[in-house]
């Protein structure tokens, strides 16, 4: 091999563009606060929210193949675990991380019997999981049933304070989950998490530790999720089980993944842009809003099942946060058909299509 | 048994595989030497690929016990057997499919020869091109044909760094041509110093390889030994034209 032998690109142009306007966008998100009103700071705050949950349900998912459809269990504990440590007397804001920690941590003995589980059963089984969780929730007396409870010790800081610092904690929670994941899955573990999606026998044949890279996933989606959930208590302030453990949580999640593009890195994060647009515009609707939702994902599913991104991306091969490997042949061996032609010696009479 | 366990790079001794009440494997005994190069021929149903599944460690033996260089790996799943150099092809394609040529063989590289990055792409590239793959290396392999699949499940398996690498009828349906490539490409392994247990329906490709041959039928190894001489085994007859009681 020498210099006509092929290189391995993982970028393309586009997505050095693509890394410089993330850096920008981050800088002027970091300063927006400044120029937008309480409301929309507030917004924007669920915003980020949104954008993790997608992330992490298309982490899942999009590139494990676990479907989950109980992922408010996460959400839920990360809210739950935030209140109670903050009732115990930890500062409120440190609370919300401890508790993400906390719910990675629980979701590793969840993950040792779920993970044995497969496709519809343990999409289900983890619906089944956040429901009991639920309940047990529900007979802490802290928590007084349904009726709830607040995060009572973030009335310390004043309104405004409360608002910026939850909104930049939030900011950065985005990033650096969005970073982490982004660095995971574009390593070689991520290679191996699409491998066990597609065929886990092969991927156990090829060398792929098939039950602890899942897990790994697991875990690290449980605690991106608690996070959201952790801040969401925040802004929201009120703590009512109902609402956290509620499963409309992994149906956002999977409404943004779906019509995002789900298994493409940048679908995740559109899919959570369109889904606050269209909860800003038409979530006063009520009854109608819903059914918009239920019928935007319906439209999807049947004509864009790749979604918008993953459409895109066939379509045009648009990759700006790509996570995948190109190879580059030397223009000798390149067929610019696509068709296959060999390099190897042997043979003209090959008839292949 | 022509190799000694002692010798042996793979050894199973005993193997019997039960699906409920379904026996498929019933007292295997087989040893092969590191360099070996060994076809499995057999009618439908023999229990060829199970055996196969066995010793790859896809599913375990319901008795007798395995040996790969030397250790007992019985209990060892799939993915060590792999790391360790005892790496399977899959008789029905398993490409993993939303992923290109290039990042299927990736995965085995890094992870089955663990295999650092640049070190994994080169076997990666390396594998594709032994076997033919190079041009389509981007494509996603949900959208190769049943040729490039198998293709594919070779160059994967390869790029594991096999010190012993099981084929299940990776030959089936090939031209001429292609058979000829194929078996180039097999060669080429056996330069290497790969050991070669090559499961195959067309004899006259596999012979052109193996230089031992075990006939199977039934689940039992009715046959064992020097391939014409297996060949011209009346049991082996009778095993592939029916006939005589068994």
């Known amino acids: ?353 | 048994m022509n190799a000694t366990p002692n010798g042996a790079i793979l050894s199973a001794a005993g193997i019997h595989k039960r699906f409920g009440a379904l026996v498929v494997l019933e007292d295997i005994d087989f040893a092969m030497g590191a360099e070996e190069a060994v076809g499995i021929v057999g009618p439908n149903g023999a229990g060829k690929t199970t055996l196969l599944s066995v010793l790859s460690g896809a599913y375990p033996p319901s008795a007798g016990t395995i040996a790969f260089k030397g250790d007992d790996v019985t209990a060892l799943p799939a993915t060590q057997r792999c790391r360790l150099g005892l790496v399977r092809t899959h008789q029905v394609p398993k490409p993993f499919g939303g992923m290109t040529a290039f990042e299927n063989v990736f995965v085995a590289a890094s992870h089955g020869a663990g295999l650092g990055r640049d070190e994994a792409y080169e076997e990666a590239l390396g594998s594709l091109k032994l076997c033919g793959m190079l041009s389509v290396a981007n494509r996603r392999a949900e959208t190769l044909g049943l040729l490039d699949r198998k293709r594919l499940e070779l160059a994967r398996a390869l790029a594991a760094k096999p010190t012993l690498l099981l084929l299940d009828e990776i030959g089936g349906g090939l031209t001429d041509g292609e058979a000829g490539e194929l078996v180039e490409t097999i060669r080429e392994l056996r330069r290497r110093g790969i050991g070669i247990v090559w499961i195959e329906h067309i004899v006259h490709v596999l012979l052109q390889v193996a230089e031992r041959l075990i006939c199977m039928d039934a689940g039992k190894i009715i046959a064992d030994g020097e391939p014409q001489a297996v060949m011209a085994d009346p049991q082996v007859i009778s095993a592939y034209l029916g006939g005589g009681p068994k």
């Open chain 1, 1 to 353: 091999m020498s210099a006509a032998s092929p290189v391995i690109e993982r970028g393309t142009a586009a997505s050095r563009i693509a890394g410089i306007g993330v850096v920008a966008i981050v800088l002027l998100l970091a300063l927006a606060p400044q120029f937008l009103s309480a409301g929309a700071v507030d917004r924007m705050t669920a915003l980020f929210v949104y954008v993790i949950l997608a992330a992490m349900w298309n982490a899942l998912a999009g590139f494990g193949g676990l479907v989950s459809v109980g992922q408010q269990v996460f959400f839920g504990l990360g809210a739950y675990f935030a209140i109670r440590l903050a009732n115990a007397g930890l500062d409120p804001f440190v609370a919300l991380f401890v508790s993400a920690v906390i719910v990675g941590a629980v979701s590793w003995p969840i993950s040792l019997f779920m993970l044995r589980l497969k496709n519809g059963e343990f999409a289900i089984g983890m619906w089944v999981i956040a429901a009991l969780t639920h309940l047990l929730v529900n007979l802490d007396r802290l928590i007084q049933g349904e009726t709830g409870t607040s995060l009572i010790s973030l009335n310390v800081y004043d309104a405004s304070t409360r608002r910026l610092t939850i909104y930049w904690l939030a900011l950065a929670s985005m990033i650096a989950l969005l970073a982490i994941l982004f660095g995971l899955l574009r390593g070689s573990t991520g290679a191996a998490i699409r491998a066990i999606r597609d065929n886990e026998d092969a991927a156990a044949s090829v060398g792929v530790r098939v039950i602890g890279t899942k897990r790994l996933l697991f875990v690290l989606a449980a605690f991106g999720i608690g996070v959201a959930g952790a801040l969401w208590l925040a802004t929201a302030i009120t703590f009512q089980p109902k609402t956290y453990f509620n499963v409309q949580w992994t149906a956002y999640m999977i409404f943004m993944v779906l019509v995002g593009g789900i298994g493409t890195f940048e679908g995740a994060i559109l899919g959570a842009l369109l889904f606050f647009l269209i909860e800003t515009w038409f979530g006063g609707t009520g009854v109608w809003y819903l059914i918009g939702l239920g019928a935007t994902a319906l439209v999807f599913s049947l004509l864009l099942p790749r979604g918008l991104w993953g459409t895109l991306e066939e379509r045009f091969g648009w990759r700006l946060l790509s996570v995948g490997y190109r190879v580059r042949l030397p223009t000798s061996v390149a067929d610019p058909t696509g068709e296959t032609i060999s390099p190897a010696p042997a043979t003209a009479h090959r008839e292949k299509a």
